[in-house]
């Protein structure tokens, strides 16, 4: 496999700036709705800036801002997924994760989207963005593994089924509330899900 570039700190910040630009434009037409053009106009980049950045083109480019999206959307997660081995911190996330989705200017998943949008036309980076939803419910499931644990949880609770159901009625309710563009979807399904998962207290 070839090195990975190496920038310098004014070429990294370039680079993560023009991320952060793709991003929202990927987030607001689409992967195949945005250009390497449209992008170019967006980030005030040249052609050749681009491919100095991103050599492989938008797929690079699409990778890029997969790992920019996961990264923001855990950040704003934080502190309570790095625990979720309470039932306040359960209701935190829960907070946390409304607030964030309620506080966009597009509704819905972009990691779920992405990936989505992407299993027809490139399955191998379906596939990359797909790991970053699996690290997201990798969280869900560290914490109830703790919680069992600690007995918080009943010791025949599965927390491989439970995180999966948690994140199921997370997404689903992330695509309703891109269809309703109403945070209420979300709202529904997070707080149904912590009801089924109190049903498993010890």
């Given at each position: 496999?070839?090195?990975?570039?190496?920038?310098?700190?004014?070429?990294?910040?370039?680079?993560?700036?023009?991320?952060?630009?793709?991003?929202?434009?990927?987030?607001?037409?689409?992967?195949?709705?945005t250009?390497?053009?449209d992008?170019?106009?967006g980030?005030?980049?040249?052609?050749?800036?681009?491919?100095?950045?991103?050599?492989?083109?938008?797929?690079?480019?699409?990778?890029?801002?997969?790992?920019?999206?996961?990264?923001?959307?855990?950040?704003?997660q934080?502190?309570?997924?790095?625990?979720?081995?309470?039932?306040?911190?359960?209701?935190?996330?829960?907070?946390?994760?409304?607030?964030?989705y309620?506080?966009?200017?597009?509704?819905?998943?972009?990691?779920?989207?992405?990936?989505?949008?992407?299993?027809?036309?490139?399955?191998?980076?379906?596939?990359?963005?797909?790991?970053?939803?699996?690290?997201w419910?990798?969280?869900?499931?560290?914490?109830?593994?703790?919680?069992?644990?600690?007995?918080?949880?009943?010791?025949?609770?599965?927390?491989?089924?439970?995180?999966?159901?948690?994140?199921?009625?997370?997404?689903?309710?992330?695509?309703?509330?891109?269809?309703?563009?109403?945070?209420?979807?979300?709202?529904?399904?997070?707080?149904?899900?912590l009801?089924?998962?109190?049903?498993?207290?010890?």
């Amino acid at each position: 496999m070839p090195n990975p570039v190496r920038f310098t700190a004014k070429g990294a910040l370039t680079r993560a700036r023009i991320v952060e630009a793709a991003a929202d434009l990927v987030l607001a037409r689409g992967v195949g709705g945005t250009t390497l053009d449209d992008i170019r106009a967006g980030t005030a980049t040249s052609k050749s800036q681009l491919f100095h950045y991103f050599p492989d083109g938008k797929r690079d480019l699409v990778a890029a801002i997969a790992a920019f999206q996961a990264e923001r959307v855990l950040q704003a997660q934080r502190p309570f997924l790095d625990t979720l081995d309470t039932w306040e911190a359960w209701e935190g996330w829960r907070d946390a994760v409304i607030a964030h989705y309620g506080s966009q200017p597009h509704w819905g998943c972009p990691i779920g989207a992405m990936a989505s949008e992407l299993a027809g036309s490139d399955p191998e980076r379906a596939a990359e963005v797909a790991g970053h939803m699996d690290r997201w419910c990798g969280y869900l499931r560290a914490g109830l593994t703790r919680m069992r644990a600690t007995g918080l949880l009943r010791a025949d609770a599965d927390p491989e089924e439970l995180a999966l159901a948690i994140f199921a009625a997370l997404q689903g309710g992330l695509l309703l509330t891109q269809t309703t563009r109403s945070i209420t979807p979300l709202r529904a399904a997070l707080d149904a899900a912590l009801t089924a998962l109190r049903a498993s207290a010890a």
